[in-house]
């Protein structure tokens, strides 16, 4: 019974007709990394936003990083599917990501435009996969990648309808 513990998770040969499903995982590891940083960030800002705005802002982004959180297991059972390993260590997920801490204390209204600049960051990620995904005939990652680009691009839009003057 212990030996059936020791099993490790490895890499395997996938022959689906997807051409470099190196580069694929590696994109999508990248995504899902911005992923795990905004759900983090987003519940951070979530928590701790004061302000007339409160219940809105509040209600807004548990709605945002609750999506993004299932998003992730999406995004990293991809990967598996493609035959690579998604991140294991946190070190690989803030290594890989572009989205990075505000610092100090922000106030509603800059918590609520980062948001918006890093859902936009994600966005055009999501673009970028998009393409590499169609230069390696993976249709799957492609329409991954363009759903996801949508939500970014919505929660974007609804977190500027809040900032607007």
């Given at each position: 019974?212990?030996?059936?513990?020791?099993t490790?998770?490895?890499?395997?040969?996938?022959?689906?007709?997807?051409?470099?499903?190196?580069?694929?995982?590696?994109?999508?590891?990248?995504?899902?990394?911005?992923?795990?940083?905004?759900?983090f960030?987003?519940?951070?800002?979530?928590?701790?936003v004061?302000?007339?705005?409160?219940?809105?802002?509040?209600?807004?982004?548990?709605?945002q990083?609750?999506?993004?959180?299932?998003?992730?297991?999406?995004?990293?059972?991809?990967?598996?599917?493609?035959?690579?390993?998604?991140?294991?260590?946190?070190?690989?997920?803030?290594?890989?990501?572009?989205?990075?801490?505000?610092?100090?204390?922000?106030?509603?209204?800059?918590?609520?435009?980062d948001l918006?600049?890093?859902?936009?960051?994600v966005?055009?990620?999501?673009?970028?996969?998009?393409?590499?995904?169609?230069?390696?005939?993976?249709?799957?990652t492609?329409d991954?990648?363009?759903?996801?680009a949508?939500?970014?691009?919505?929660?974007?839009?609804?977190?500027?309808?809040?900032a607007?003057?």
């Amino acid at each position: 019974m212990s030996n059936v513990l020791k099993t490790k998770p490895k890499e395997s040969q996938v022959d689906t007709g997807v051409g470099d499903t190196g580069a694929l995982a590696n994109g999508l590891a990248e995504v899902l990394a911005d992923t795990y940083r905004l759900v983090f960030k987003t519940h951070a800002y979530h928590w701790n936003v004061t302000g007339p705005l409160f219940y809105s802002i509040h209600k807004l982004t548990e709605e945002q990083y609750e999506e993004m959180f299932g998003a992730a297991d999406v995004l990293a059972e991809r990967i598996r599917a493609l035959g690579h390993l998604a991140p294991m260590e946190m070190s690989a997920i803030t290594g890989k990501s572009d989205i990075k801490d505000l610092g100090g204390t922000p106030s509603a209204r800059e918590m609520v435009e980062d948001l918006v600049r890093d859902h936009e960051k994600v966005a055009s990620r999501m673009h970028g996969l998009v393409d590499l995904a169609g230069e390696n005939r993976d249709a799957v990652t492609d329409d991954l990648a363009t759903s996801r680009a949508a939500f970014h691009e919505q929660a974007a839009w609804m977190l500027r309808a809040i900032a607007a003057e």
